[in-house]
Each structure stands twice: as structure tokens, then as C-alpha cells.
Nanobody, 123 residues
Framework: QVQVAESGGGLVQAGGTLRLSCVVS????????TGWFRQAPGKEREFVAA????????EYANSVKGRFTITRDKDKNTVYLQLNSLKPEDTAVYYC????????????????WGQGTQVTVSS
């Protein structure tokens, strides 16, 4: 079994920064890919970014390219999402997910999900 836990959300002004953390624990060898999704009020959950523990080329949604960066610390079993140049439209609950392959995670089919952390960007 794998557990996923996010942290680091908060309230920030437009143009500000945040760093989200996702700790993946348990049988992490069964879930070598990790990613972030977000869901804004009244909208569907959407893909944000994903990476594998081996550090293969990360994947990003077009809406966050150049502003968000996903990294991983294998020693800490932690994946980070650095959010820069935040916009009000980035306001959402951000979810971390872990899965068997990068394509599965990008497709939203990761087997494990966290409870989410709220990011609110004020204008």
C-alpha cells in the first residue's frame, strides 16, 4: 500500500510563490511516477505536472509551463511543486497522485491520491 500526503498550500497574492510538498510512503517501488492535479470550484480536476523518481523529463500542463516546476527528492520520498508567478486562476485544491507509470499518472489514473491542499491566489 502507498500513502500520499500533500502540504504547503495557502493564501498568496497574484505574482507570489508557493511550494507544495508531497510525501509518498509505503511500497513506493510500486508507484514510481508522481504528479499533481488541481480542481477549481465548479471545474473538473486537471493535470498540472508529473515526474518519475528516476527523474525522467517531467511533464507539464501548458497552462503552467514556465511558471511551475516539479522536482523530487528520492532520499525523502518527497515530490515538490514550486509555484511561481501565481495567478488568480491558479486558485484550486491541489492533489498529489502516485502511480505505476508516467502516462497513467498524467492521465489521472494514478492508483493513489492525497486529500489535497488549498491554494488561493488573490488579485
Amino acid at each position: 500500500q502507498v500513502q500520499v500526503a500533500e502540504s504547503g498550500g495557502g493564501l498568496v497574492q497574484a505574482g507570489g510563490t508557493l511550494r507544495l510538498s508531497c510525501v509518498v510512503s509505503g511500497r513506493t517501488s510500486t508507484s514510481p511516477a508522481t504528479g499533481w492535479f488541481r480542481q477549481a470550484p465548479g471545474k473538473e480536476r486537471e493535470f498540472v505536472a508529473a515526474v518519475t523518481w528516476s527523474g525522467n523529463m517531467p511533464e507539464y500542463a501548458n497552462s503552467v509551463k514556465g511558471r511551475f516546476t516539479i522536482t523530487r527528492d528520492k532520499d525523502k520520498n518527497t515530490v515538490y511543486l514550486q509555484l511561481n508567478s501565481l495567478k488568480p486562476e491558479d486558485t484550486a485544491v491541489y492533489y498529489c497522485t502516485a502511480g505505476l507509470t508516467l502516462p497513467l499518472v498524467v492521465a489521472g489514473r494514478g492508483a493513489y491520491w492525497g486529500q489535497g491542499t488549498q491554494v488561493t491566489v488573490s488579485s
